[in-house]
């Protein structure tokens, strides 16, 4: 994705002193729980699968601070990037706790992080390991400590991704681009297929082609 024009949180100093302290406290007021019951209620009557989902720590560091801010960030000041990760993971816990708490236990989870460019992740993955993934696992510990089953969304190259997925507790994985390299999901099937489920894997190209045989073949 193209940087935007411009991006307020572009330093340390300006996280610390005007977006931290707004994350450090549990504020109801952030609830519809009306609407939130509401749609709980209606997935759990009619028997279907409910979840709760949001992004987490890489897309709302993307998004708060810009992408050439994050990725200067991750290389020159990491404290900065562990901090922002820490506040964001206690964050969720306290936030998702609540609306368990007010509102049901759902049977799953989603975390919706894209990791990955049409042809590689946006960051090695020894920086993922390092700076990333710990976080992303305490998050499916902590969801997992509700007997929620957890799914992870990526769009983009995931190949390379798969181990730490694996390694963080992810139970499913979405929605494998089948575009992106090395997105094949028959290869992840015969590597992960014992320990991930693959939600996806259909290739938008093939849709494109507006040609039934084509598609009936695919979807076969």
Known sequence: TPEHIDFRMTTREIWERDYRPHL?????????????RKSFATGTQAKKW?????????EIMRQSMGDVTMYESLLLDPQWVRD???????????????VYENVGVPAGAWLYEDLGYKNGLFASPKLLEDMIFPYFKQLVDFFHSYNLTVVLHTCGSTAEALPLIIEAGFDGLNPIERKAKGNDPFVFAEKYGDK?????????????TNDKDIIRREVT
């Open 24 to 36: 450090l406290t549990l504020d109801p007021e952030r609830f519809k729980l009306t609407d939130l």
């Open 84 to 98: 922002f990760c820490q506040v964001y993971l206690d964050f969720y816990k306290m936030n998702f706790r609540y």
């Open 196 to 208: 991930i489920a693959f939600v996806g894997g259909l290739d938008a190209r093939v849709f494109e």
């Open 50 to 58: 409910t979840q709760y989902g949001h992004m987490f720590i890489w």
